[in-house]
């Protein structure tokens, strides 16, 4: 018998997936363009809002009221400026359009938008805007509107008669044409992350707030595909009248593999790029914690080859420090350490041999060299200091060595600091 | 390649070696299709769990921690299955022919090559390039993700440099412990499996080493596709249709995830859990007693693999009864059972205390179990977690769809009243599954990993396998049971 077709395909049902699929494509498109054209936007991405109680006065005098923060009185310079969170870390080239709403402010004045970026959260950038009490700007060709905006505020240069009240602070997406959706949609579709810690717990594939994910559009796009090939050719009870829909399935399921896989090699391009061809040091070197271990070296150096009892403090252990902490037990194991520490040990707890790690920086904790002492409020444990330096500093607790199994440690390396 | 890593090549493959003979001498020669993936797979995970057992004892006859000795045992378990596995066929090597690896199903070669062979073969390279990818990942990174370094590889690590299983114990006692002999890890009572698995390639390598600890979970990968490929086969898909549910699974972002990053112990139960009712499934369908074995052994070790391990483990209960019983007999164990659970929730719920393991409480709003935790109950609805991360997001490519496709068939079937035991067994463990990750994260402050994305995803990760199986048997006809043959039993 001859098998129908090129690799026994049969190209009429071929045919019909394909002319469904390609239907179904197009719906999609237009469903979202419609969609992103009659508001849709507003819904995938509302408005950033910042009213009067959301904002923080960082330089001035007043309070919030009722009708937005109040400033009385200039700070430093002659500088007002408030600064609101923007907790959804909105993309800047999404949000171009800001509009402010302020009471009280002079003629003379100088008013300027503040921003910082997720990336660059210490860097504060702005941009001068019109001094009116009430106003709005577009962005989009501000080239410093980039990234992923973490905060927005306003800075007021100039007199103050009375008091200022800013009340309201908008961002907005740009509505946007179909080339623009277009561009966004390209855009989202072929952005790749790096392995960052947050890959263990899940995978976007896109940013989290995308206009397009492409799960759901392929999911979409094989939703119009196969109820176009059902209004065409109705599925009847015979054998074989899911396989168009299986394949169709099936190829959804492909294109998102295949974006995937281009994403896990572009990741592990980075990868080989930092860490191929190095030793195991050299690699922790390379990796996002290579100062701390650089640092750890040194501590290294300077504890006992026997595993040590080691304290490691850091500010906030179980919160903004957990990182440090964490990766500093690890980097010194096999030694001994407990990292749950937001200030040294207290005498009755660490004993003489004991060593103490504190991770900067760390308020309220001083040494005192000449009596070999480490001090935090009313508490004060005797220990040497055998190394100092910005990332941190290595103390041995002075005493008895308990049940007499220190004294066989050596220090090895010179006690610096 | 150096010596060390000579060693580490026999660390993964003697346990994979003898668990796959033995699994394997389990079959005769009238073995169906997908055998071998089958004893290939469940031989892997079986063997590096064996290899965990062998350490603990090592340690318990008080000898010293080392490679040599779990390698000796694993050797002659080798040998033994070796032996088992000719003994019951007459042709032990027919492995090395493709065809009988993967049985028969496709079409006659001789008609030319076929589209379906063509795309076995492409999906075979585009599962070895997945690989390839994941195994550079595991190679050259340093250990990453977070619990892997705060909890799973710390023990390892301080055992293979001490060269013993020195103890873990909470802060306090840590604190008080004058001698400094214990360690103290925030997770310290966490089952110590996936600690050893990574514990053992580092035996061999003579020496801490982080590419070698994390290679146990690229072998994992491989044999949960191994044994999945096989299951299926075994279940009467073609070859094509079985490598393609294995693709299904073997590219899941968040699975590869799990291996590019190694390290946490997930993956490890995701392929225990698994596995486990995938043979379970076989089980309840044809009674075959040694799918009933592989998953006795594969449940029994879920509590040691992760604490939430041992809850998975209940979820057996229910469909095994719904499997056995029928009739009035099973409508009067439900009737018991809602009885029993009325009066609960009537009298305020229970507490209890069990010597050696603690305080049990089990009440409306409150539940503790020893070792597992202790959970608030209420409502803390929010679907916008479970929407995102299963129909938006990367993290599942279009699974969340497969499996409200697969719900959608299965109601069909039960609307048309042709549920047959099997399945209704799995509906029963699917729903049950789906219930538990509903109290989960729905009713108790787990509420919060999800709405963080903490581990609502990682959590789901273990019933994947099962999932996809059970999706597999939803849309794919069982093959013809042979008559009742010495392995089946009901």
Redesign the interface.
């Known amino acids: 018998m001859t ?1 129908p077709g090129i ?3 049969r190209l009429r049902p071929v045919g019909g997936v394909v002319l469904a699929m390609l239907g179904g494509a197009v719906l999609t498109a237009l469903v979202l363009l419609l969609f992103y054209r009659v508001g849709g936007l507003t819904a995938v991405a509302p408005p950033v809002v910042l009213a009067g109680t959301d904002l923080k006065l960082v330089s001035g005098h007043g309070e919030p009221t009722a009708a937005g923060l109040e400033i009385r009185q200039p700070g430093p310079q002659g500088l007002v400026a408030v600064q609101g969170v923007v907790e959804r870390l909105i993309r800047a080239r999404l949000y171009p359009r800001l509009s402010w709403q302020v009471e009280g402010l002079e003629r003379d004045s100088e008013l300027y938008l503040t921003w910082v970026t997720h990336a660059e959260p210490r860097t504060v950038r702005e941009r001068s805007l019109p001094a009116q009490n009430e106003g709005a700007v577009d962005l989009g060709g501000e080239p410093r509107w980039q990234g992923r905006i973490a905060a927005i505020g306003l800075t007021v240069r100039g007199p103050l008669s009375r008091p200022l009240v800013v009340q309201r602070l908008e961002l907005r997406p740009a509505a946007l044409g179909p080339v623009e959706l277009l561009r966004w949609a390209v855009g989202e579709w072929t952005e790749s992350e790096d ?1 960052s ?10 940013p ?1 707030d995308a206009l397009f ?4 559009v ?2 979409l796009w ?1 939703g119009f595909s196969a109820a176009l090939h059902a209004a065409v050719s109705p599925p009847r009870r015979v054998a074989g009248t899911w396989m168009p829909y299986t394949v169709l ?2 190829i ?2 492909l294109v ?2 295949l974006r ?2 281009w994403d ?2 572009r ?2 391009e980075r ?2 790029e930092r ?2 061809g190095k030793d ?1 040091t050299a ?2 070197l390379a ?1 996002p914690d290579g100062d701390l271990y650089r640092f750890l070296l040194e501590i290294r150096q300077r504890l006992p080859d026997k ?3 080691l304290f490691i403090v850091s500010a906030d252990p179980g919160g903004g420090t957990a ?1 440090q902490a ?2 500093a ?2 980097h010194l ?2 030694h ?1 350490s ?1 990292i ?1 520490l937001p200030q040294p040990p207290e005498p009755g ?1 660490a ?1 003489g041999g004991d060593y103490v790690l504190i991770l900067s920086p760390l308020a309220g904790v001083r040494y005192h060299r000449a009596e070999q002492r480490l001090e935090w409020e009313n508490q004060q444990l005797p220990a040497e200091m055998l190394y100092s330096a910005p990332a941190g500093a290595l103390f041995r607790v002075l005493g008895g060595a ?2 007499g ?1 220190r004294e066989e440690r050596g220090v090895r390396g010179e006690a610096r600091g | 390649m150096a010596m060390e890593w000579w060693g580490v090549a026999l660390a993964l493959g003697l346990p994979w070696l003898a668990g796959t003979l033995w699994v394997r001498g389990g079959w005769r020669d009238d073995a169906p299709a997908g055998a071998w993936p089958l004893a290939l797979g469940y031989g892997y995970v079986l063997g590096m769990l064996a290899v965990t057992l062998l350490l603990r004892l090592q340690t318990a006859a008080g000898l010293p921690l080392n490679f040599a000795g779990p390698a000796v045992v694993l050797a002659l378990l080798a040998l033994a299955g070796g032996e088992w596995l000719r003994r019951r066929n007459s042709r032990p090597l027919s492995m090395v022919n493709l065809r009988n690896w993967i049985g028969s199903g496709f ?1 006659s070669l001789r ?6 062979q ?1 795309l076995f073969v492409l999906l075979l390279i ?1 599962l070895g ?2 690989f390839a ?2 195994a ?2 595991v190679w ?8 892997a ?2 909890t799973w ?2 023990r390892p ?2 055992w293979a ?2 060269g013993q299983l020195a103890p873990f114990v909470d ?1 306090q006692r ?2 008080a412990d ?3 002999s214990v ?2 890890i ?1 997770a310290w009572n966490y089952p110590a499996t996936v600690p050893l698995l990574a514990l053992w390639p580092t035996l061999a390598y003579g020496a801490w ?2 590419t070698a600890a994390n290679l146990p979970w690229l072998g994992v990968y491989v044999a949960l596709g191994l044994g999945f490929c096989g299951q299926a086969r075994l279940w009467g898909a073609t070859p094509l249709t079985a490598l ?1 549910f294995t693709w ?1 699974l073997l ?1 899941l ?2 699975l ?3 291996v ?2 190694a390290g ?1 112990a997930d993956l490890w139960l995701a392929a225990v859990f698994g596995l486990a009712t995938i043979a379970f499934f076989q089980w309840v369908r044809d009674g075959d007693r040694r799918q009933g074995m592989l998953a006795l052994l594969l449940i029994a070790f879920c509590p040691l693999v992760k604490l939430e391990g041992a809850v998975w483990v209940l979820l057996f209960i229910p469909a095994l009864l719904v499997a056995r019983l029928r009739g009035w007999l099973l409508l009067a164990l439900a009737g018991v059972a809602t009885a029993l659970g009325l009066g609960w929730w009537w009298a305020g719920g229970v507490a209890f205390a069990i010597p050696g393991l603690g305080q049990f409480v089990l009440q409306p709003d409150l539940i503790q179990v020893p070792y597992i935790g202790r959970f608030a109950l209420g409502y803390r609805g929010g679907w916008d977690p479970v929407v995102k ?1 299963f ?5 599942w ?2 699974f969340g ?2 499996a409200l496709i697969a719900a959608g068939v299965a109601a069909a079937a039960v609307v048309r009243r042709r549920v047959e035991p099997w399945l209704r067994a799995e509906l029963v463990f699917v729903a049950t599954s789906l219930l538990a990750l509903f109290v989960l994260f729905f009713l108790t402050d787990a509420q919060r990993w999800a709405e963080q ?6 959590v789901f990760l273990d019933f994947v396998p099962a999932l996809l199986f059970w999706a597999l048997t939803v849309l794919v006809p069982p093959r013809v049971i042979a008559p009742r043959s010495p392995h089946t039993t009901r």
């Open positions: 098998e690799l026994g395909i392995w810690q947050r890959s263990i717990n899940y995978t976007a594939g896109a989290l994910p492409p799960v759901l392929v999911a094989l399935f099936l959804g399921w998102l593999d995937w896989q896990l090699g990741r592990l990868t080989v860490f191929a195991e690699r922790r990796a595993p040590a009892r990182y964490g990766r037990r690890y194991l096999p001994n407990y749950g707890v004993r308990p049940g199994r | 079409p008609v030319g090559v076929r589209w379906q063509l585009w390039w997945r990818l994941l550079q990942e050259w990174r340093p250990l990453f993700p977070w619990d370094w705060t590889t710390v690590r301080v440099e001490l802060s840590w604190l004058a001698a400094g360690y103290t925030e080493n982080e393609i299904l590219s972002p968040l590869n995830t799990h590019a990053l946490y991360n129909l938006i997001l990367a993290n490519h279009l769809y497969l994305y903490t581990s609502i995803n990682r």
